[in-house]
C-alpha cells in the first residue's frame, strides 16, 4: 500500500496517540493537534481530507459517536511497515527479499562513511 508523506505523518500520530489505548477514539482535531506540536501544521480541512481518503484505502475507519465522527486505524505500525517493505521487494526486486536487504545492506554502508 502506498501512502504519501502527509498520510505517514497522520498515521504515526494515531499510533502514538493510541499507543496506550488503542480503543482510544481518535477525532481529527486531535490529529491536528498532535501535529501541531510536532512541527506538522496543516489546516483542519486538509487532514479531515486526508483522513478520508486513508478511509477510503481502509486505513482508517470512521465511525460517530452522538453528533462526532472518530477514526481508527486498521493497521498497526508493524504492519504497515512490513506491507511496504513487500511492495518495494515486489515492486523493484522481483519478490526476492534477499536481494532488498543485499541492496539496503550497501546503502547503509555507503551512508555511514
Known amino acids: 500500500m502506498v501512502c504519501g508523506k502527509l498520510e505517514i505523518d497522520?498515521?504515526?500520530?494515531?499510533?502514538?496517540?493510541?499507543?496506550?489505548?488503542?480503543?482510544?477514539?481518535?477525532?481529527i482535531q486531535d490529529i491536528v493537534n498532535d501535529l501541531?506540536?510536532?512541527g506538522i501544521d496543516r489546516a483542519y480541512t486538509t487532514i479531515k481530507t486526508v483522513m478520508d481518503r486513508l478511509t477510503m484505502k481502509s486505513i482508517l475507519v470512521r465511525y460517530k459517536v452522538g453528533k462526532k465522527f472518530f477514526?481508527?486505524?486498521?493497521?498497526?505500525?508493524?504492519?504497515?511497515?512490513?506491507?511496504?517493505?513487500?511492495?518495494v521487494a515486489e515492486q523493484f526486486f522481483n519478490?526476492?527479499?534477499?536481494?532488498?536487504?543485499?541492496?539496503?545492506?550497501?546503502?547503509?554502508?555507503?551512508?555511514?562513511?
Open 10 to 27: 497522520i498515521l504515526n500520530s494515531f499510533w502514538n496517540l493510541t499507543e496506550n489505548d488503542e480503543d482510544k477514539d481518535i477525532s
Open 36 to 38: 501541531s506540536a510536532n
Open 71 to 87: 477514526y481508527k486505524a486498521t493497521m498497526t505500525k508493524s504492519e504497515m511497515a512490513s506491507e511496504a517493505i513487500k511492495t
Open 95 to 113: 519478490g526476492n527479499y534477499v536481494d532488498l536487504i543485499k541492496f539496503a545492506e550497501n546503502k547503509i554502508d555507503k551512508l555511514l562513511v
